[in-house]
């Protein structure tokens, strides 16, 4: 039995690290195919000064839902409202917020309640009442008040309800956007008719230092939670994301940042209200409704940072969110299985869903249970600890290599950093992430599926902020690390 064991337990463990190693090697270079690609394609200086004097420029509702955001809302209302993009409205959904969010933004913004004929092309919790500014230099801020939806699911389609434009951003209110970053996804709306969806690269902002919702330096975190998702995060734009869009195959447009046509979100039902990943159930319905119907349709990657978002700084409320994650996935997995190897939903139902499937959503089970084998393979004396230290050192190779591929490309895109010194943390990181961070987001996944298969009661949980609570001279403050 022991020998069968270890026999089964070494090949699969090889030929699945093998496949994985293999499929990240094919985005990688899909990955440079596509920034050689938007390199040569786009005169940016030209297109902009297009899009400022055309009266075709397509309009942009930036939708971004609150709840209880009161430390960073105001600074992040401003980053909205200074895009620099001639025609775009800022859509903030108050869900129910129990602090103080939503009378800071009426003592801020001069904010009062106007008659409003809300259309419910999607349903939501109850609607409560819509406010403008008073202010003259605010005109662009509308702010949707409503009752908890429980989700961010629910918010967001309360705000497509109130949007006037036919191109929506979705995105969470503690980000920080960069000046250009609705130009920036527009850009492929305009060469390509069909797209439906473009998704900004993000970063992480704990550690920059930021004045009133913009960043002044660009920094590193120089704590271990923040610093590990950084690496997390340019790895699944710079390379996954960005891989999959070259053969128009995303897997999902984040819920951080992402531009949708709200046509086709409308037609597909909106977002899931129940979701606990509604960035990648509303992907695959939209496409399911493209093609359905016979639509074409385009998702697009662009290697450009467009989106700073505070990411969770303890790991406690590291744990609640990868839970979330965990939960969101297999929950997505049991509703769509139908798409999965299906024909009619072309490049997602025969590639896409595939790959996530074995290499996103078995990945946990496998590594927890080769790591069950592993432990009583050593104290049975059956590991073959000279292949198992080759195998181990290849594949820890592999993974720094990739990330070197991926800080490579941020540096040399100007993404996330000016100095080069700041990504010599993200190097160290990725020494330390396959010890450190990584095992505990296996664990984190696996107890999100064991809540989903208990059925144990969701909550959405409370993202703590720390923005506001370091403050540095004038009204600058430093996003805690």
Not at 464 to 469: A, E, H, I, P
Request: charged share 20%; hydrophobic share 45%.
């Amino acid at each position: 039995m022991k020998e069968f064991l270890f026999e089964f337990y070494g090949y699969t463990v090889f030929f699945y690290s093998l496949a994985l190693i293999l499929s990240y090697v094919a985005l990688a270079w899909l990955a440079e195919i596509s920034i050689l690609r938007s390199k040569r394609n786009f005169n940016a200086t030209y297109t902009k000064r297009i899009m400022e004097k055309s009266p075709y420029t397509p309009g942009v509702s930036i939708i971004a839902p609150a709840f209880n955001e009161e430390k960073t809302i105001i600074d992040n209302v401003y980053s909205l409202l200074a895009q620099d993009y001639p025609m775009f409205e800022v859509i903030i959904v108050n869900d129910g917020s129990t602090d103080q969010t939503l009378e800071k933004l009426i003592e801020e913004f001069q904010l009062v309640e106007v008659p409003y004929a809300y259309v419910e092309r999607i349903h939501t919790k109850p609607f409560r009442r819509l406010l403008k500014s008073t202010n003259p230099a605010h005109y662009r801020l509308i702010v949707v008040d409503k009752e908890n939806g429980g989700t961010k699911a629910d918010p967001v389609n309360a705000g497509v309800n109130a949007s006037s434009y036919p191109w929506f951003i979705n995105m969470d209110a503690d980000c920080i956007l960069a000046r250009d970053a609705v130009y920036q996804c527009v850009l492929p709306v305009l060469y390509q008719d069909d797209v439906i969806a473009v998704s900004g690269a993000m970063a992480i902002s704990n550690g920059c230092k930021v004045k009133r919702g913009e960043i002044l330096e660009h920094r590193p975190p120089h704590t271990p939670a923040p610093l590990f998702q950084t690496l997390e995060y340019m790895r699944s734009f710079l390379v996954g994301k960005l891989g999959w869009s070259t053969i128009n195959a995303m897997p999902n447009v984040s819920g951080g940042y992402g531009l949708f046509n709200r046509d086709v979100c409308i037609a597909a039902g909106g977002y899931s209200p129940d979701s606990f990943a509604e960035d990648m159930d509303m992907l695959i319905r939209m496409i399911g409704y493209c093609c359905e119907f016979k639509r074409p349709y385009r998702v697009v990657q662009i290697p450009v940072t467009c989106c700073w978002t505070e990411g969770p700084s303890t790991l406690r409320v590291l744990y609640r969110q990868r839970v979330r994650w965990g939960r969101g996935l297999i929950q997505t997995f049991s509703r769509h299985r139908r798409a999965i190897f299906n024909r009619k939903y072309k490049r997602m139902g025969l590639i896409t869903l595939p790959w996530v499937g074995v290499f996103e959503f078995l990945a946990p089970f496998i590594e927890g249970l080769g790591f069950i084998t592993f432990v009583y393979l050593a104290f049975t004396g059956g590991v073959n600890w000279h292949s198992a230290l080759v195998m181990f050192l290849a594949i820890y190779t592999f993974c720094f290599a990739l990330s070197l591929v991926v800080i490579f490309y941020d540096y040399t895109l100007g993404g996330s950093y000016r100095k080069f010194s700041s990504y010599l943390w993200l190097v160290g990181a990725s020494l330390l992430e396959p010890f450190l961070y990584h095992p505990l987001i296996v664990f984190f996944s696996l107890k999100g599926y064991c809540d989903y298969i208990v059925q144990t009661k969701a909550v959405w949980g409370v993202m703590t902020r720390k923005g506001s609570d370091n403050k540095v001279k004038g009204e600058e403050k430093v996003a805690t690390a």
